[in-house]
């Protein structure tokens, strides 16, 4: 089993960073393709970024595309999401996923089967 924790979510101004990190446990995900989701008040769940298992591709939804980035550490175990230029619309709960069948990155959230508990990101206007 794996688990997720996610951290640094809080609030900001539009216009500010955060970096959001997810750490994982219990086994290396260094070998699946990892990502970052998030859900808004009253909408679904939507992917924001996706690495591959070596960092060496990602996928980033149009919406976030030349502000956030994704990477990861996997000597540490770690996904990262740097937030930049941030917007009231990016307000929701951020989730990390792992692909374990996965070494591409990958858009489709069926395709991820651990997840962590979320982290709540609220960009005040």
């Known amino acids: 089993q794996v688990q997720l924790v996610e951290s640094g979510g809080g609030l900001v101004q539009a216009g500010g960073s955060l970096k959001l990190s997810c750490a994982a446990s219990?086994?290396?995900?260094?070998?699946?393709?990892m990502g970052w989701f998030r859900q808004a008040p009253g909408k679904v769940r939507e992917i924001v970024a996706a690495?591959?298992?070596?960092?060496?591709?990602?996928y980033y939804a149009d919406s976030v595309k030349g502000r956030f980035t994704i990477t990861r550490d996997n000597a540490e175990n770690t996904v990262y999401l740097q937030m930049n230029s941030l917007k009231p619309e990016d307000t929701a709960v951020y989730y990390c996923?792992?692909?374990?069948?996965?070494?591409?990155?990958?858009?489709?959230?069926?395709?991820?089967?651990?997840w962590g508990q979320g982290t709540q990101v609220t960009v005040s206007s």
């Open positions: 996923a792992a692909a374990y069948r996965m070494r591409a990155a990958v858009a489709d959230m069926t395709e991820y089967a651990y």
């Open positions: 219990g086994r290396t995900v260094s070998s699946y393709a």
């Open positions: 690495i591959s298992w070596r960092g060496g591709s990602t």
